[in-house]
C-alpha cells in the first residue's frame, strides 16, 4: 500500500468515525409515530424543492410559447379591431348623420383616409396588444415559481408548473386568436371592398375623394344591407371555425377541413377572377340597371367566399405552424 | 396487522446507527446526510407495505438510501448546470493543503462518480464484502471491483493534485 493509499484509508476511516458520531436516538429519528410529527419542516422543504424544479423548467422553457402566446393576443386584438372598425364603417354607411359627424371632425374626410386610420388602427392594435402579451407572460411566469410565507399555500401553486402554465394559457387564446381575427378580416376586407366598389361604381374620382359628395348619391345607404347579410354570415362561419379549432377538432370537422383544402383555394381563386372580372366591368361601364337585387347578394357572397376561403386557409396553416413550434400539435 | 411505523422502527432499531452513518459519509456534508436518512425513512415508511421479508430489510433500507443519493445527485447536477441562486459548494476549500482528515474524504469523495462513491464508503469505511455489494446493487461482483478500483485512482489523483499529498517511501516498503 503506497503512502497515498494510507493517507486515503486513514481520512476515510476518520470520515466513518464521524458520520457514526451524534448518532440522534431511534425515537427522534422516527418520532415515535410519524417521522414528521411537525409537519413544517418537511413542507418546507417539499415546497424548496418543488420551486427549485418549477425554476429550472422555467429556465428550460422554450421562448416559442411567449412569443406564440403574444402573437396570438395580438391576432385577438387586431382582429376585434377590425370587427370594430367594420361595424363603425357599417354603422356610418347606415345612418349619413355619423359620417357626416366623422367629416366634421376631420375635414376632407374621404375613402383614402378611411382605410389608413382603419389599418393603423388594426396594426396597432396587434402591435399593442403583443407587448403586453409578452409582459403579461413574463410577469404570469414569474408568479409560477414565486414563493412566500405559506409553504403549503406555495406547494399547492407550485404543483402547476410554468410549462403546463403557459401551454394552457397559449391554448386558452387559441380558438379566439382564428375566430376573432378571421370574422375581423373577413368583415374589414368586404366592408372596405364593398365601399370601395360602390363609390367606384357611382362617382367619378373627383367625387370619390369627397365623403359628403359620396353620400349625397346615396349609394353606399341603399346597398348597406348587400354588405351585413355577409359581414354576419362570414363571422357565424368564423365563430364556427375558431370553436373547432379552440375544441382541437379539426380533423372531424368536414367544414374546417373543407375550408383549409387545396381544392377550396382553387374555387376561391376561380370566384376570385370571376369577381374581378364583374368588379372591374361594373366598375368602367356601369350600368345601374345591370345590378337586379338578387344579383347583389349573390355577388356579396361570392366575394365574401373569396375573401374567406384563404384567409382560413393561411390561418389554419399558420396554426399548424405554431401548434409544431409549441409541440401541441396531436 | 402491525402497523408500519411500528414494523419500521422495530427493523430500523439494529441498523439505525450505521445506516445513518452511512447515508452521512456518502452525501456531502453531515446536515445533507441527515438529511437523506430522513427522507429515506419517509420512503420506507410509505414503502414498508411492499417489503416481504423483514430479513431483507437492511438491504432493502439501504437500496433506499442509495436510490435517493443518486437523484439528489441528478438534481445537483442540473443545479450546476444551471445556478439558479448562486454556487452552494465552496470549492476553493478544496485547494487547501490544511484540511482536516474528515473534510478532505468528504471533498473528495464528493468528486466521485455516485455509484464509485457508494461502493468505497460501503467497502471502505462500512465493511461490507464486495458480494454484499454487489447483491444490493443488483449488479455483478466484477463491476464492484471495476468501481472500487476505478474510484480509487481517482480519489489518489484528487489526492495528489488538490490536496498536495505526496508519494513517500515507507521504511521497508518500495513504491
Known amino acids: 500500500m503506497s503512502s497515498i493509499d494510507k493517507v486515503i484509508a486513514r481520512d476515510l476511516a476518520a470520515l466513518g468515525e464521524n458520520s457514526r458520531r451524534d448518532v440522534p436516538a431511534l425515537d427522534e429519528a422516527l418520532r415515535t409515530t410519524d417521522a414528521y410529527r411537525d409537519d413544517r419542516p418537511g413542507a418546507e422543504a417539499r415546497r424548496n424543492a418543488l420551486a427549485e424544479e418549477r425554476r429550472r423548467e422555467l429556465v428550460l422553457m422554450p421562448l416559442t410559447l411567449a412569443h406564440v402566446f403574444a402573437h396570438r393576443l395580438g391576432r385577438i386584438a387586431a382582429g376585434g379591431m377590425a370587427l370594430v372598425v367594420s361595424a363603425v364603417l357599417l354603422a356610418m354607411l347606415a345612418d349619413p348623420l355619423l359620417m357626416r359627424l366623422a367629416a366634421w371632425f376631420m375635414p376632407g374626410l374621404n375613402i383614402g383616409m378611411l382605410v389608413m386610420i382603419a389599418a393603423l388602427a388594426i396594426v396597432s392594435s396587434y402591435v399593442i396588444a403583443s407587448w403586453i402579451g409578452e409582459a403579461w407572460f413574463a410577469r404570469r411566469m414569474r408568479d409560477a415559481i414565486k414563493t412566500g410565507d405559506d409553504a403549503y399555500q406555495d406547494i399547492e401553486q407550485l404543483a402547476q408548473g410554468p410549462l403546463e402554465i403557459a401551454h394552457r394559457a397559449v391554448r386558452r387564446l387559441d380558438g379566439w386568436s382564428i375566430g376573432v381575427f378571421l370574422a375581423g378580416t373577413a368583415s374589414v376586407t368586404l366592408v372596405f371592398g364593398y365601399t370601395i366598389a360602390v363609390v367606384g361604381m357611382n362617382h367619378t374620382l373627383e367625387q370619390a375623394w369627397s365623403m359628403t359628395g359620396v353620400l349625397a348619391m346615396g349609394a353606399l345607404q341603399r346597398n348597406v344591407g348587400a354588405i351585413a347579410f355577409p359581414v354576419f354570415a362570414c363571422g357565424l362561419v368564423a365563430l364556427y371555425v375558431g370553436r373547432t379549432c379552440a375544441r382541437d377538432r379539426i380533423a372531424t370537422s368536414a367544414i374546417v377541413r373543407a375550408l383549409g383544402s387545396w381544392m377550396a383555394l382553387v374555387v376561391a381563386g376561380v370566384l376570385g377572377i370571376v369577381m374581378l372580372y364583374k368588379a372591374f366591368h361594373l366598375v368602367v361601364d356601369f350600368r345601374p340597371r345591370r345590378v337586379v337585387e338578387g344579383e347583389r347578394y349573390v355577388l356579396a357572397m361570392m366575394t365574401s367566399i373569396v375573401v374567406f376561403v384563404p384567409v382560413t386557409s393561411g390561418l389554419l396553416f399558420w396554426r399548424r405552424r405554431e401548434q409544431a413550434r409549441i409541440g401541441a400539435d396531436r | ?175
Not at chain 2, 63 to 68: D, Q
Not at chain 2, 125 to 134: D, F, K, L, N
Open chain 2, 1 to 175: 396487522m402491525e402497523p408500519s411505523h411500528q414494523r419500521l422502527r422495530r427493523l430500523l432499531e439494529p441498523i439505525h446507527d450505521r445506516a445513518l452513518g452511512f447515508a452521512r459519509s456518502v452525501s456531502k456534508s453531515r446536515d445533507d446526510g441527515d438529511d437523506l436518512f430522513q427522507e429515506a425513512l419517509v420512503r420506507a415508511l410509505d414503502k414498508l407495505p411492499t417489503l416481504r421479508e423483514d430479513a431483507t430489510f437492511r438491504g432493502w433500507l439501504y437500496r433506499v438510501i442509495i436510490n435517493l443519493h443518486r437523484d439528489r445527485s441528478r438534481r445537483a447536477f442540473w443545479k450546476r448546470l444551471i445556478p439558479l441562486v448562486g454556487n452552494e459548494v465552496g470549492d476553493n476549500r478544496a485547494h487547501d493543503e490544511t484540511l482536516g482528515s474528515v473534510e478532505r474524504a468528504r471533498i473528495a469523495l464528493a468528486q466521485l462518480a455516485p455509484d464509485q462513491r457508494e461502493a468505497i464508503v460501503l467497502h471502505d469505511i462500512e465493511g461490507w464484502a464486495v458480494g454484499e455489494i454487489a447483491d444490493l446493487e443488483g449488479v455483478s461482483m466484477s463491476a464492484i471491483k471495476s468501481r472500487l478500483s476505478r474510484g480509487r485512482e481517482r480519489l489518489r489523483d484528487i489526492y495528489t493534485r488538490r490536496f498536495g499529498v505526496r508519494e513517500t517511501l515507507v521504511p521497508g516498503e518500495t513504491t
